[in-house]
């Protein structure tokens, strides 16, 4: 069981910057995927951003350009550097850690983070 405990949201101006961290208790968080995810109000949740355990990433049209999703292996955290803030990007933010094993995939959330971007 990986438990992934997110911080770093909360109230910001349009044009503002957060970073959301995501901290996991797990000692091989080298080989998961790690993600953030995000769900606004009456909204679906959607991806947000992703970082392989190789590194690779992959962001949401709505965001390149704007955040950066970076891991610290060593410190088994994860990321997400939000700029140029927008009221659209108002949602719960959720840390997501995924590793496909031969005969199951091991899927973990964590409890979300609120980010409010004021106009």
């Known amino acids: 069981q990986v438990q992934l405990v997110e911080s770093g949201g909360g109230l910001v101006q349009a044009g503002g910057s957060l970073t959301l961290s995501c901290a996991a208790s797990t000692r091989i968080f080298s080989i998961y995927d790690m993600a953030w995810y995000r769900q606004a109000p009456g909204k679906q949740r959607e991806l947000v951003a992703r970082v392989t355990s190789s590194g690779s990433t992959n962001y949401l049209y709505a965001v390149k350009g704007r955040f950066t999703i970076n891991r610290d292996n060593a410190k088994n955290t994860v990321y997400l550097q939000m700029n140029s803030l927008k009221p659209e990007d108002t949602a719960v933010y959720y840390c997501?850690?995924?590793?496909?094993?031969?005969?199951?995939?091991?899927?973990?959330w964590g409890q979300g983070t609120q980010v409010t971007v004021s106009s």
């Open positions: 997501n850690a995924v590793k496909e094993f031969p005969l199951n995939t091991m899927t973990y």
